[in-house]
C-alpha cells in the first residue's frame, strides 16, 4: 500500500503581498522558512519516513523540500515538473483583491477564497485535475507501497486530493483550506475527511 504525503510551501514573497503567483518564482520568506522548519520538526516528531520527496520546480516548494529533507537526514529532494502550480495565465502577477474586479461572474467564491475560474491563458482546474490524474497514474505505478511526500502548491495540490478520491472538483475548492506547510496523507485506508495530518498558523491565504 502506497501513502502519498501531500504539502504545500510556505509562505513565498507573492503569498505575503497578497499576489497571485502561479509559475511565478519568488523564494521564501522568513516566515516561510520558519513554517517549512515547522512542519519539518512535526514530521520528525511523528517518526515519520519518506521512499522519496518530490517536488514542484518552483523555488518556493523545493526551498521547503530542502528543509524537510535536511531536518530529517532525508535524500535530496527530486524535481517533478508536473506538480508545479496552475498556470494563472492574466492573473499572474494581479493582486487577489482585484480577482471579482477581473474575473466576475466566472468565480468560485469560498469563506476564504475567491478562485478565478477560466482568465484568458489559464488552466482550468479540469485541466488540473487531469494533470492530477497522470501524475498520481505514473506515481502509483512507480511506487508500490511505502510512503512519498509531494511538496506542491494551493490549487494544484488540491485537485491531486480530489483525483485521489474521486471527487468533484468545485466541492474540494469549497471543503477546506490547504494552508503554508499544511501537510495532507492520502492513502487507501484514510478517509477524504480525515486527510490533514498538520496545520499551522497561517499568515496568508
Known amino acids: 500500500m502506497l501513502k502519498i504525503y501531500l504539502a504545500r510551501h510556505g509562505q513565498n514573497e ?36 519518506f521512499n522519496a520527496v518530490l517536488s514542484s520546480p518552483l523555488c518556493r516548494a523545493f526551498q521547503t523540500a530542502e528543509i524537510i529533507s535536511e531536518i530529517n537526514n532525508l535524500p535530496m529532494p527530486q524535481v517533478v515538473d508536473d506538480l508545479i502550480e496552475r498556470d494563472f495565465g492574466i492573473m499572474t502577477g494581479i493582486k487577489q483583491s482585484r480577482i471579482e474586479e477581473f474575473c466576475a461572474p466566472d468565480i468560485l467564491k469560498t469563506e476564504l477564497i475567491t478562485y478565478f475560474l477560466a482568465p484568458k491563458g489559464a488552466e482550468s482546474f479540469p ?23 509531494l511538496v506542491t502548491h494551493g490549487d494544484f495540490g488540491k485537485m491531486i486530493y480530489a483525483s485521489y478520491y474521486n471527487l468533484e472538483w468545485e ?8 494552508g503554508n506547510s499544511e501537510l495532507l496523507l492520502l492513502a487507501p485506508d484514510s478517509r477524504p475527511e480525515d486527510a490533514h495530518v498538520f496545520t499551522i498558523q497561517q499568515h496568508n491565504l
Open 14 to 49: 507573492d503569498n505575503a503581498n497578497g499576489i497571485l503567483n502561479g509559475h511565478r518564482d519568488l523564494p521564501l520568506t522568513d516566515i516561510g522558512l520558519t513554517q517549512a522548519a515547522e512542519i519539518a520538526n512535526e514530521i520528525k516528531d511523528a517518526n515519520m519516513s
Open 127 to 149: 485541466d488540473l485535475l487531469a494533470r492530477a490524474d497522470k501524475l498520481l497514474s505514473r506515481l502509483t505505478e512507480e511506487y508500490k507501497d511505502g510512503s512519498i511526500l
Open 171 to 178: 466541492n474540494v475548492l469549497k471543503l477546506f483550506h490547504f
